[in-house]
């Protein structure tokens, strides 16, 4: 039941403020300034005692995986990285008593991150679970981990729960971070930011209208390019597959400091970047690399916290607490893919040649 949209993708996308508060609910502790995560099965002590985080997943759930590993780093200054599942498996990885491995998934049944947590769990690592499907293979075979609640999510291509799985590992983070350093002030701010959330992800769903009008104006791209820096660069990556799956435009991310590396030589006004330009402590490094890409006169659709002047196109989302931004940076580019695609005519909730459960190998 499409409950009165046009496409399963459309309704997700739609869903995202319920969803947040799902996640959300029943979880904040505002006595301690914490979060309770019934599932996590790890104790003050064990936590503590964590001196690193490798996070594994695929697709939209790898890079959700990326903002969570940066979330982490910020909030409990644990060093934390995220890797594709496969890549993991195939290169015999060093296996470390002192590291958590977390295992991310929609589904749940991802051949590649199910044989990753097969492999931790025989060589004896501790592997938490961040899943949205309950009861599915990887939620039964990690130790423990953090439900993501998102619900149904039927359309091939990830949106709610990609939101709702950054969402978690923020929950996580905080966790964490206030059994380890975060202060109760620090703990204080980002329970704040991640109440605000439903209500400013409503606004930018409000603003559907608009960015459906510059997704027009774009769709008749042969490849685009997306930008972004640190917390925006895995807001990048997710915004060109969401593009690249459903329109099937050719699409490219790269962190903003890399475009002098190389992909400069590519800037032309027939290649659109999309850059991702929040207002942090990397606002002036971001201003510059538009005005990089100016100077070869390549067209720019920022998505950002106020109009950027060397933009052609600015979609503005409201300001969260820094850590929590991408989160909201997302959203607009998933209408941004909705809307190009939808000009194109493609079939959004059944891309070619993809699958939503990917159980082979
Ligand atoms: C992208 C997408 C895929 C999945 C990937 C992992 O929109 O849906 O990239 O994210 O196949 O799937 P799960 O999260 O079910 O393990």
């Known amino acids: 039941d499409m409950g009165g949209h046009d496409t399963y993708m459309h309704k997700e996308i739609s869903e995202q403020a319920e969803a947040v508060d799902r996640v959300l609910r029943g979880r904040i502790d505002d006595r301690f300034s914490t979060v309770h995560l019934g599932g996590l099965n790890l104790d003050a002590r064990e936590a503590r005692g964590v001196r690193r985080i490798k996070i594994l997943g695929c697709g939209t759930s790898y890079h959700a995986g990326l903002i969570g590993a940066g979330l982490i780093e910020s909030l409990a200054r644990i060093p934390a990285d995220a890797e594709p599942a496969s890549e993991f498996r195939y290169r015999n990885p060093v296996v470390d008593p002192d590291t958590l491995y977390i295992a991310v998934s929609q589904s749940g049944e991802t051949y590649d991150v199910l044989a990753a947590v ?40 990830s949106t709610k729960c990609f939101t709702n799985t950054v969402v978690s590992f923020a929950l996580l ?67 060109s597959l969401k593009l690249k799956e459903i329109s099937y435009i050719h699409a490219e991310a790269y962190p903003a400091s ?37 100077a070869r006169s390549g067209r720019i659709l920022a998505v950002a916290h106020q109009e950027q002047p060397k933009a052609d196109q600015t979609i503005v989302v409201p300001k969260n607490e820094t850590e929590l931004d991408p989160i909201l940076l997302g959203i607009p580019l998933q209408l941004l893919a909705y809307h190009t695609a939808l000009a194109l005519g493609r079939d959004i909730d059944k891309p070619r040649n993809l699958a939503k459960s990917v159980t082979v190998e």
């Open 118 to 157: 097969q492999e931790l769990k025989r060589k004896g690592a501790r592997v938490l679970g961040v899943v949205n499907v309950v009861g599915s293979a990887i939620a039964r075979e990690t130790d423990g981990g953090v439900y993501v609640h998102a619900g149904p999510e039927v359309c091939v291509v």
């Open 173 to 239: 983070a905080l966790h964490l971070g206030r059994i380890r350093d975060l202060s109760v002030a620090d703990g204080r701010r980002i329970i704040a930011g991640l109440r605000r959330l439903p209500e400013q992800i409503a606004e930018i769903l409000q603003t559907e209208a608009d960015i459906k009008k510059v997704a027009e104006e774009y769709a008749d791209a042969k490849s685009m390019m997306f930008i972004g820096r640190v917390r925006g660069y895995p807001v990048a990556l997710e915004a």
């Open 258 to 294: 890399e475009l002098k590396h190389g992909p400069l030589a590519l800037i032309e006004p027939a290649l659109p970047t999309v850059a991702i330009v929040p207002d942090d402590d990397l606002l002036e490094k971001n201003r510059a690399a538009l005005e990089e890409i100016k």
